[in-house]
């Protein structure tokens, strides 16, 4: 062998190592996924909840392994935020397709002195039977949205009242890990987005 064709082999791979490597660090250090929503990953707070659904069933986060979880806090009498936060999560389910089925919706109530459980199984039914509320006391209430850092007032109106909450959405990954925040105003189309790409790393 030439010493021109041996200096052109250790060329050869000395390029080709380097190409190896390159592809290495770029793996390791590969950006993470473009989320259109909040990517709160690293959260130390909504770790999880343990509330009543309508038919007296105390639920977790555990029992939804395997699938994405979106969870609102709302009341059945609000007039525009949680039927608006519903809706959108219907078209999100439809623009998943077959895996609509991966992702549960849950609504917690921010109202248990009027909303029972039967009032909040047909609320959410009406949406879309797949979708389940859940409820606590008082204290269970406060205690829960405190950890999910939601906010929450009653606030009188004439002879009754309404209720002032956060509006913010919660997505946990099919891992039961805390992921995303979606905003009131995020489209149905941004969700899914990012949606999809949590199913895929599932």
Same mark, same amino acid.
Request: glycine share 6%; proline share 5%.
């Given at each position: 062998?030439?010493?021109?064709?041996?200096?052109?082999?250790?060329?050869?791979?000395?390029?080709?190592?380097?190409?190896?490597?390159?592809? #290495?660090?770029?793996a390791?250090?590969?950006?993470p996924?473009?989320?259109k929503? +909040? /990517?709160?990953t690293?959260?130390? &707070?909504?770790?999880?909840?343990?509330?009543?659904?309508?038919?007296?069933?105390?639920?977790? #986060? /555990?029992?939804?392994?395997?699938?994405?979880?979106?969870?609102?806090?709302?009341?059945?009498?609000?007039?525009?935020?949680?039927?608006? =936060?519903? !809706?959108?999560? +219907?078209?999100?389910?439809? %623009? #998943?397709g077959? %895996?609509? /089925?991966?992702?549960?919706?849950?609504? +917690? !109530?921010? /109202?248990?002195?009027?909303?029972?459980?039967?009032?909040?199984?047909? &609320? *959410?039914?009406?949406?879309?039977?797949?979708?389940?509320?859940?409820?606590?006391?008082?204290?269970?209430?406060? =205690?829960?949205?405190?950890?999910?850092?939601?906010? &929450?007032?009653?606030?009188?109106?004439?002879?009754?009242?309404?209720?002032?909450?956060?509006?913010?959405? &919660?997505?946990y990954? *099919? %891992?039961?890990?805390?992921? #995303?925040?979606?905003?009131?105003? %995020?489209?149905?189309?941004?969700?899914?987005?990012?949606?999809? +790409?949590?199913?895929?790393?599932?």
């Open positions: 062998m030439t010493f021109a064709r041996r200096t052109f082999n250790r060329s050869l791979l000395a390029t080709t190592a380097t190409l190896a490597l390159g592809g #290495l660090l770029t390791c250090t590969k950006a996924p473009p989320f929503n +909040i /990517d709160i690293d959260a130390e &707070y909504a770790k999880g909840f343990s509330l009543s659904d309508p038919d007296g069933k105390v639920r977790t #986060l /555990d029992d939804f392994k395997g699938r994405l979880v979106m969870v609102f806090f709302g009341f059945t009498q609000c007039p525009d935020v949680c039927p608006t =936060a519903l !809706t959108r999560a +219907i078209e999100v389910r439809r %623009q #998943l077959p %895996q609509g /089925d991966k992702l549960q919706v849950i609504f +917690i !109530t921010v /109202d248990p002195e009027r909303d029972t459980a039967e009032l909040l199984k047909g &609320y *959410t039914a009406a949406f879309d039977p797949s979708f389940l509320a859940l409820r606590g006391d008082d204290a269970q209430t406060r =205690a829960t949205a405190r950890d999910f850092k939601v906010f &929450y007032s009653k606030v009188p109106t004439g002879s009754t009242y309404t209720m002032d909450h956060t509006a913010l959405s &919660y997505v990954d *099919t %891992q039961g890990k805390l992921r #995303l925040a979606v905003r009131h105003n %995020q489209t149905a189309d941004d969700i899914t987005h990012d949606l999809k +790409i949590l199913l895929g790393a599932g």
